[in-house]
């Protein structure tokens, strides 16, 4: 925990889509300073017409490398989310070779109840995490 889905723009090779997880995984591991395999990750992957990200107004334009990575994750702190929003990019900029201007993040908070990992139990609750 934190859940992150990826959507991306059909074309990219198994191995380029390895990558991408790694990196976002790493940026993950240095913003919240969680346990190396706490890690879930779900790619969806669209034809170009099926994804449309423009800029809301700050006036540059994406192209079909676009990443749009969503979160769900426990509350962090602002220092936290911003934290992760650069070392996200700056692991794909390095290890991927996507621009910045290409990956939008967006996290969705929830609670410790809304998490079950399995055995039909809530751990944060239970104490097992």
């Known amino acids: 925990m934190p859940l992150l889905r990826f ?18 995984h790493r940026g993950m591991l240095k913003a919240f300073n969680v346990p190396e395999r706490d890690r879930y990750q779900i ?6 017409h099926e994804m449309i990200v423009e800029d809301t107004g700050l006036g ?6 676009v ?4 979160i769900t994750s ?11 929003y650069t070392y996200i990019v700056e692991e794909l900029q390095t290890s991927c070779g996507i621009d910045p201007k290409e990956i939008m993040i967006s996290i969705t908070v929830n609670g410790d109840a809304d998490w079950s990992f399995g ?3 809530a ?5 097992d995490l």
Do not use: C, W, Y
């Open 67 to 70: 990443v749009m990575i969503s």
């Open 60 to 65: 540059f334009v994406r192209s079909n490398d």
């Open 43 to 48: 790619v969806h992957q669209h034809p170009a």
């Open 7 to 24: 959507d991306l723009i059909e074309g990219r090779t198994e191995e380029e889509v390895k990558q991408l997880l790694d990196a976002a």
């Open 119 to 121: 055995f039909g139990k």
């Open 123 to 127: 751990q944060f609750l239970t104490g």
């Open 74 to 84: 426990k509350q962090r702190t602002e220092e936290q989310k911003q934290n992760l």
